[in-house]
């Protein structure tokens, strides 16, 4: 039962162009969100994250929006840069277990020159 | 550098044998959690310390166990070993882990089992 799930295994994009990686749920006790972002032979990396009394997070370049009502986040990155290229994840848990968290299977994203 | 520290990197064994992975959280932090990352999966929940206890398990099999010691530092016990249980381990650590805290978890650089 895959209850975070990333659709799109991979994402090409154009160094300076807008990068959106998307996320959908399905448990909706979940009510915290996170993005990691993994290069090979690391670990994961947080980036970003977004309570569910919010639908949009900035901090820099990247942006986190949350959209409940169909319960799903996406990830804007802008401009993407080269340095971008890794596998991102999207992650959810559920405020109060302050336990697991439930991680997606990662979109791979490659910003081409 | 994410201060989480994972030994050993790489472990190569056979079946039926019994490993163990140790985990350093970052200074300060009180909970540790393990995750299982096999070819192309993301990563599954195994097991949730806090200040010592357990406070969560996940799928986690029974050949597998987990401790975390005064120091704060876990180790992960694998038994019995099977091809299947060729994966990335990951050990993550975050500061209080306590029911008010959101959850942000700091990893470590992982350790590659490889059971042959």
């Known amino acids: 039962d895959q209850q975070v799930k990333q659709n799109s295994p991979s994402l090409s994009v154009q160094e300076g162009r807008i990068s959106i990686l998307n996320c959908d749920y399905t448990n909706s006790m979940f009510d915290y969100f996170l993005w990691y972002k993994k290069y090979p032979a690391e670990g994961p990396t947080f980036l970003i994250s977004?309570?569910?009394?919010?639908d949009k997070n900035e901090d820099g370049r990247f942006t986190v929006f949350l959209n409940k009502s169909a319960k799903h986040l996406s990830l804007h990155i802008v401009p993407s840069q080269p340095g971008d290229s890794a596998v991102y994840f999207c992650?959810?848990?559920?405020?109060?277990?302050?336990?697991?968290?439930?991680f997606g299977t990662g979109t791979r994203l490659q910003v081409t020159l | 550098d994410s201060g989480v520290t994972q030994t050993p990197k790489h472990l190569i064994t056979a079946t039926g044998q019994r490993v163990t992975l140790r985990c350093s959280p970052r200074?300060?932090?009180?909970?540790v959690y393990w995750y299982q990352q096999s070819l192309d999966q993301g990563l599954q929940f195994l097991i949730h310390?806090?200040?010592?206890?357990?406070?969560a398990k996940g799928n986690i099999l029974e050949r597998f166990s987990a401790q975390q010691f005064p120091d704060l530092h876990s180790e992960l016990n694998l038994s019995s070993l099977e091809l299947g249980d060729s994966a990335l381990y990951f050990c993550?650590?975050?500061?209080?882990?306590?029911?008010?805290?959101?959850?942000?978890?700091?990893f470590g650089a992982g350790t590659r089992l490889s059971v042959l």
């Open positions: 977004i309570s569910s009394i919010k």
């Open positions: 310390y806090y200040n010592g206890e357990e406070r």
């Open positions: 200074s300060g932090d009180l909970s």
């Open positions: 992650a959810a848990s559920v405020t109060g277990t302050a336990s697991k968290l439930t």
């Open positions: 993550a650590s975050s500061m209080r882990g306590d029911l008010r805290a959101k959850n942000i978890q700091y």
